[in-house]
């Protein structure tokens, strides 16, 4: 690729690209729809009730994918002239994840007669069957793996089903709906309905920040597709046509949307949309998110920050209690487990998914966290577990192989290989932990357990300069399987000072005499004397005042 600066040029090698056609993230080089399996059925179904105008009903779930997922499907059904579409988020703390018997017989009350799930419903075998039952057609949309059945539904769309020729498995459930709604826009516009119907065809362009929000906060794999799908969205939004839901959690963060990073969808929108789902109902998320306008947006973005923070509280307890079970551990043990098991009764069932990825990083293990699953006192003996792995462990496979093993554990399961959910009883726990580490270590080798830090080297005297970064920045999209640049560096430490009590910037020395301020974040060496370290950073552009300088965002600090 000889047109491109060579740092660049380096970058995108390491990540498997080798044309420059692999950088066109135009609308024009997404994968068509037509080898989506069940996309026809679930479109000829949609379309039949929009010309009839039947009720159409969206039942989502409570993170940022459904969210966003929930959001876009409402919205553009909206404006293709359904007739008042509506949604269901359940709330986990009643109802759990999914398409269940309950929140069918909830949905059953507004008397819609499509349901449609939104990145959920592939594990829904009862909630469907409950639907059937009382005369509601049922269009499952979804991209998490299936199990070795699927649910008896009118219709199936999802990338991960068997027989399905999508070439991109990675789609996120608000890629997957975005894709169904586009092709119904088409199916509607071949019917004549828009034209008959006085109704301006929509503008599906219009829905990609909400793709893009929804892909990166899912953490699902960038490829070609996802990155042409999150290319375009962040465009919108960098460009003013974003929604006002969407720059209301920019402004209420310090930050603006004209600015924004792929990172910034995944660390500063995403966990304020997410927080609602957390602590109390994801409504609020979605209803920010259709937002009209910024008075309205900047009021639920404020009350998702106040949310948010609340939830880092929780979270910091949650992790000193892991903390002192880890500890506590260590100190009975002979041996620290492979798959690392926590649980603690008071734990919030809406936090234990953070605190599993927080061990995890610090561990670099396996890790379950489990919470009670309800207040109520006859689900009291259940607990629900959120689960996050590591490179070469499966978490889906593995939950998977323990259900089969050992089938009165896990009363349900389901998820990825680096993220899934499940439910058991609490007296099953014992058992459970012990036969998640016997898989953990039939599965991986014991160097699998060491972190391994990849970067792209480092950077040159001349490339810390302001034009360079910005390029780095913008040259994505980053995110998982696409990663964002990082580079490692030795330098001798000039300055140091604790930022809040946890923060350590520095100001660091190059071998040249160049002087770079950086920061490590929640850093374990704030009480420490630093004369010389090695790190490996992240180059970004900090504002303040006005001015903008280079600053290194460390992920890794090793004293020298």
Same mark, same amino acid.
């Given at each position: 690729?000889?047109?491109?600066?060579?740092?660049?040029?380096?970058?995108?090698?390491?990540?498997?690209?080798?044309?420059?056609?692999?950088?066109?993230?135009?609308?024009?080089?997404?994968l068509?729809?037509?080898?989506?399996?069940?996309?026809?059925?679930?479109?000829q179904?949609?379309?039949?009730?929009?010309?009839?105008?039947?009720?159409?009903?969206?039942? &989502?779930?409570?993170d940022?994918?459904?969210?966003?997922?929930?959001?876009?499907?409402?919205e553009?059904?909206?404006?293709? &002239?359904?007739?008042?579409?509506?949604?269901?988020?359940?709330? @986990?703390?009643?109802?759990?994840?999914?398409?269940?018997?309950?929140?069918?017989?909830?949905?059953?009350?507004?008397?819609?007669?499509?349901?449609?799930?939104?990145?959920?419903?592939?594990?829904?075998?009862?909630g469907?069957? @409950?639907?059937?039952s009382l005369?509601?057609?049922?269009?499952?949309?979804?991209?998490?793996?299936p199990?070795?059945?699927?649910?008896?539904?009118?219709?199936?769309?999802?990338?991960?089903?068997?027989?399905?020729?999508?070439?991109?498995?990675?789609?996120?459930g608000?890629?997957?709906?975005?894709?169904?709604?586009?092709?119904?826009?088409?199916?509607?516009?071949?019917? &004549?309905?828009?034209?008959?119907?006085?109704?301006?065809?929509?503008?599906?362009?219009?829905?990609?920040?909400?793709v893009? +929000?929804?892909?990166?906060?899912?953490?699902?794999?960038?490829?070609?597709?996802?990155?042409?799908?999150?290319?375009?969205?962040i465009?919108?939004?960098?460009?003013?046509?974003?929604?006002?839901?969407?720059?209301?959690?920019?402004?209420?963060?310090g930050?603006?949307?004209?600015?924004?990073?792929?990172?910034?969808?995944?660390?500063?929108?995403?966990?304020?949309?997410?927080?609602?789902?957390?602590?109390?109902?994801?409504?609020?998320?979605?209803?920010?998110?259709?937002?009209?306008?910024?008075?309205?947006? @900047?009021?639920?973005?404020?009350? +998702?920050?106040?949310?948010?923070?609340?939830?880092?509280q929780?979270?910091?307890?949650?992790?000193?209690?892991?903390?002192?079970?880890?500890?506590?551990?260590?100190?009975?043990?002979?041996?620290?487990?492979?798959?690392?098991?926590?649980?603690?009764?008071?734990?919030?069932?809406?936090?234990?998914?953070?605190?599993?990825?927080?061990?995890?990083?610090?561990?670099?293990?396996?890790?379950?966290?489990?919470?009670?699953a309800?207040?109520?006192?006859?689900?009291i003996?259940?607990?629900?577990g959120?689960?996050r792995?590591?490179?070469?462990?499966?978490? @889906?496979?593995?939950l998977?192989?323990?259900?089969?093993?050992?089938?009165h554990?896990?009363?349900?399961?389901?998820?990825?290989?680096m993220?899934?959910?499940?439910s058991?009883?609490?007296?099953?726990?014992?058992?459970?932990?012990?036969?998640?580490?016997?898989?953990?270590?039939?599965?991986?080798?014991?160097?699998?357990?060491?972190?391994?830090?990849?970067?792209?080297?480092?950077?040159?005297?001349?490339?810390?300069?302001?034009?360079?970064?910005?390029m780095?920045?913008?040259?994505?999209?980053?995110?998982?399987?696409?990663?964002?640049?990082?580079?490692?560096?030795?330098?001798?430490?000039?300055?140091?000072?604790?930022?809040k009590?946890?923060?350590?910037?520095?100001?660091?020395?190059?071998?040249?005499?160049r002087? +770079?301020?950086?920061?490590?974040?929640?850093?374990?060496?704030?009480?420490?004397?630093?004369?010389?370290?090695?790190?490996?950073?992240?180059?970004?552009?900090n504002?303040?005042?006005?001015?903008?300088?280079?600053?290194?965002?460390?992920?890794?600090?090793?004293?020298?």
């Open positions: 690729m000889t047109s491109i600066p060579d740092v660049l040029n380096r970058i995108y090698a390491a990540r498997g690209l080798r044309t420059e056609e692999e950088l066109e993230l135009q609308l024009k080089r997404m068509p729809a037509t080898s989506l399996k069940g996309l026809s059925a679930g479109v179904i949609l379309s039949d009730a929009i010309i009839a105008g039947e009720k159409i009903l969206i039942v &989502g779930d409570f940022a994918d459904g969210a966003t997922s929930t959001t876009l499907a409402v553009a059904l909206t404006a293709m &002239g359904a007739s008042s579409p509506t949604y269901l988020v359940p709330d @986990r703390f009643k109802f759990g994840y999914g398409l269940t018997p309950e929140i069918v017989d909830l949905a059953h009350e507004q008397k819609p007669s499509v349901i449609v799930t939104v990145d959920n419903g592939i594990s829904s075998f009862e469907v069957e @409950r639907a059937k005369g509601m057609i049922v269009v499952v949309t979804d991209h998490h793996l199990s070795d059945a699927l649910p008896d539904a009118h219709a199936i769309v999802n990338p991960a089903q068997p027989g399905c020729d999508f070439p991109s498995k990675n789609l996120a608000v890629g997957v709906i975005f894709y169904v709604m586009s092709a119904l826009r088409m199916h509607l516009r071949n019917e &004549g309905w828009f034209e008959r119907s006085n109704i301006t065809e929509p503008n599906m362009a219009t829905f990609l920040d909400l893009a +929000l929804g892909t990166v906060a899912d953490l699902v794999p960038l490829d070609y597709n996802n990155r042409v799908l999150v290319e375009q969205g465009r919108r939004i960098r460009g003013g046509k974003g929604r006002p839901g969407i720059s209301a959690l920019f402004e209420v963060a930050k603006e949307a004209k600015n924004a990073l792929t990172s910034d969808l995944g660390f500063v929108a995403g966990p304020r949309l997410n927080a609602a789902g957390r602590l109390d109902d994801m409504a609020t998320g979605i209803e920010c998110l259709r937002s009209r306008d910024m008075i309205e947006a @900047r009021q639920r973005a404020r009350v +998702l920050n106040e949310l948010n923070q609340t939830r880092k929780i979270e910091d307890e949650m992790r000193r209690d892991a903390e002192a079970i880890l500890l506590q551990l260590l100190e009975t043990q002979d041996e620290q487990a492979w798959g690392v098991v926590l649980y603690e009764e008071h734990w919030h069932q809406g936090v234990i998914g953070i605190l599993a990825s927080r061990v995890k990083e610090k561990l670099n293990r396996p890790v379950i966290a489990f919470a009670p309800s207040d109520d006192p006859s689900f003996d259940v607990l629900k959120s689960a792995s590591i490179p070469g462990f499966h978490m @889906r496979d593995a998977d192989l323990i259900a089969k093993r050992k089938p554990l896990l009363s349900k399961f389901g998820g990825h290989a993220a899934a959910g499940m058991l009883k609490v007296d099953g726990l014992p058992e459970f932990r012990n036969e998640f580490d016997a898989v953990v270590r039939e599965s991986i080798k014991e160097e699998d357990l060491d972190a391994v830090i990849y970067t792209d080297g480092e950077l040159s005297d001349s490339e810390f300069e302001l034009e360079v970064v910005d780095l920045e913008r040259a994505g999209p980053w995110g998982q399987k696409f990663p964002e640049p990082k580079f490692d560096l030795s330098a001798r430490v000039v300055q140091s000072k604790v930022l009590e946890k923060h350590l910037k520095l100001v660091l020395e190059l071998s040249g005499g002087l +770079l301020d950086a920061i490590q974040f929640s850093s374990p060496y704030c009480s420490d004397k630093l004369s010389q370290v090695r790190v490996v950073y992240r180059p970004s552009v504002e303040f005042r006005g001015r903008r300088n280079v600053q290194l965002l460390v992920d890794y600090l090793e004293p020298c």
